[in-house]
């Protein structure tokens, strides 16, 4: 079953059709930042770490597509220097977990992944995890993030998407 559904998700359009269609003009309509009953992709969730189980929470964050605009500096200034259309130095579905960790300050980011996009917007779906919930410390697998002390995992690059940007050149 999840090879089969991998394929669907290869090309949605396609595979999905008109599901897919009223699907993606609902998510455009919700907010930044929604909490999701269960994956919209759930094989993908579940290679990434997700469980069915109290403590592990789904959320789909959206970013703006497109490259970072500065904005165009006032006065007398060398426009070469000026520099507007820079990229950033993380990744939008990096963007997209700091988003989720800021709205939801109790629980860690544990992974996430692409979703979709439209001409204006990408959104990602996140996986987090209540480190403090008694079925989280209980899980083998799940262990060991609720024994670091330290927090935001998101913020310090040490999900997948952010270890991609901490590569060394």
């Given at each position: 079953?999840?090879?089969?559904?991998?394929?669907?998700?290869?090309?949605?359009?396609?595979?999905?059709?008109?599901?897919?269609?009223?699907?993606?003009?609902?998510?455009?309509?919700?907010?930044?930042?929604?909490?999701?009953?269960?994956?919209?992709?759930?094989?993908?969730?579940?290679?990434?770490?997700?469980?069915?189980?109290?403590?592990?929470?789904?959320?789909?964050?959206?970013?703006?597509?497109?490259?970072?605009?500065?904005?165009?500096?006032?006065?007398?200034?060398?426009?070469?220097?000026?520099?507007?259309?820079?990229?950033?130095?993380?990744?939008?579905?990096?963007?997209?977990?700091?988003?989720?960790?800021?709205?939801?300050?109790?629980?860690?980011?544990?992974?996430?992944?692409?979703?979709?996009?439209d001409g204006k917007h990408k959104w990602y779906e996140i996986i987090l995890v209540d480190t403090s919930h008694p079925a989280v410390k209980k899980d083998k697998?799940?262990?060991?993030?609720?024994?670091?002390?330290?927090?935001?995992?998101?913020?310090?690059?040490?999900?997948?998407?952010?270890?991609?940007?901490?590569?060394?050149?």
């Amino acid at each position: 079953m999840p090879k089969h559904l991998a394929e669907t998700w290869k090309k949605p359009k396609e595979n999905l059709g008109n599901i897919w269609k009223h699907r993606l003009i609902r998510i455009r309509e919700e907010g930044t930042v929604v909490r999701v009953e269960k994956p919209t992709r759930i094989d993908r969730a579940r290679t990434l770490g997700y469980k069915a189980k109290q403590g592990f929470i789904v959320v789909r964050a959206r970013v703006p597509s497109g490259r970072r605009k500065r904005p165009k500096p006032a006065g007398g200034r060398k426009p070469k220097t000026a520099g507007r259309f820079l990229p950033a130095d993380k990744s939008k579905q990096q963007m997209a977990e700091e988003k989720a960790s800021r709205k939801y300050p109790n629980m860690e980011v544990l992974n996430s992944y692409y979703l979709t996009e439209d001409g204006k917007h990408k959104w990602y779906e996140i996986i987090l995890v209540d480190t403090s919930h008694p079925a989280v410390k209980k899980d083998k697998e799940r262990k060991w993030i609720t024994s670091k002390k330290q927090r935001g995992r998101a913020n310090r690059g040490l999900t997948s998407a952010g270890k991609k940007s901490r590569i060394k050149k």
